[in-house]
């Protein structure tokens, strides 16, 4: 089962910064936080990770809470082409698969 | 650099029957895992391979199998159809096992008659 839970729509004005959170208040000190999106159709796309410090790459900017309960996937500035289901994974390097929960659907809206 | 590929892209398949959908993974790629994805149950993990061996399998029948290349081209084998079958299969490939940086291909969407 999934470790995280995350809201299940979120909506965003085109240009506008998408916030979406994720919980995952159970995750071991060892457990990766990971973000992929679900664009229509296609297969999924990884996105950023983290584990406890905050990370930036050119797809978006991932905020971890201090007590790593919670965290947030931001883009800054959100496009058509953004809508998608996003999904936060809790991710422990090892012998366990990826574990998609069911996702944010982030629909942005011209 | 070339994405995963896999084929075919659509099938449609008689219950009772089976099938084997092909994943190619990225160049240099040696880890393939493979999920079924359904609106009702979402992304479900199915199987792990590295260096031809099964590392992990999800909590499917074993109508369901897999197999892995020595070039790390990967299938996936459905036997005696449902129609609870019907899903989209997605392949992943990643550099080494126990990574999650996945690359996924588009799918092959199963639809069973």
């Known amino acids: 089962d999934a470790k995280t839970t995350q809201p299940p729509s979120m909506d965003c004005a085109e240009g506008r910064a998408a916030n979406l959170p994720c919980n995952h208040s159970?995750?071991?000190?060892?457990?990766?936080v990971y973000w992929y999106r679900q664009i229509h159709s296609q297969g999924p796309q990884y996105i950023i990770h983290?584990?406890?410090n905050n990370e930036t790459n050119e797809m978006a900017s991932l905020i971890i809470t201090e007590d790593r309960k919670s965290s947030t996937l931001i883009l800054p500035h959100a496009t058509l082409r953004d809508t998608a289901v996003y999904y936060c994974?809790?991710?422990?390097?090892?012998?366990?698969?990826?574990?998609f929960g069911k996702g944010t659907r982030l629909s942005v809206i011209a | 650099k070339a994405g995963v590929t896999q084929t075919p892209r659509y099938l449609i398949k008689t219950r009772g029957q089976q099938v084997t959908l092909s994943c190619s993974p990225i160049?240099?790629?040696?880890?393939v895992s493979w999920y079924q994805q359904t609106p009702g149950q979402g992304l479900q993990f199915l199987f792990e391979?590295?260096?031809?061996?099964?590392?992990n399998k999800g909590n499917f029948p074993g109508r369901f199998s897999g197999r892995q290349f020595s070039n790390s081209r990967s299938e996936m084998n459905v036997s005696t159809l449902e129609l609870g079958d019907s899903a989209l299969y997605l392949c992943?490939?990643?550099?080494?096992?126990?990574?999650?940086?996945?690359?996924f291909g588009q799918g092959t969407r199963l639809t069973v008659v």
């Open positions: 160049s240099g790629h040696r880890s």
């Open positions: 994974i809790a991710f422990y390097s090892g012998n366990t698969p990826l574990v």
């Open positions: 983290g584990l406890k």
């Open positions: 992943a490939s990643t550099d080494r096992a126990g990574r999650a940086e996945a690359f």
């Open positions: 391979y590295f260096s031809e061996t099964q590392r």
């Open positions: 159970t995750i071991s000190g060892n457990e990766y």
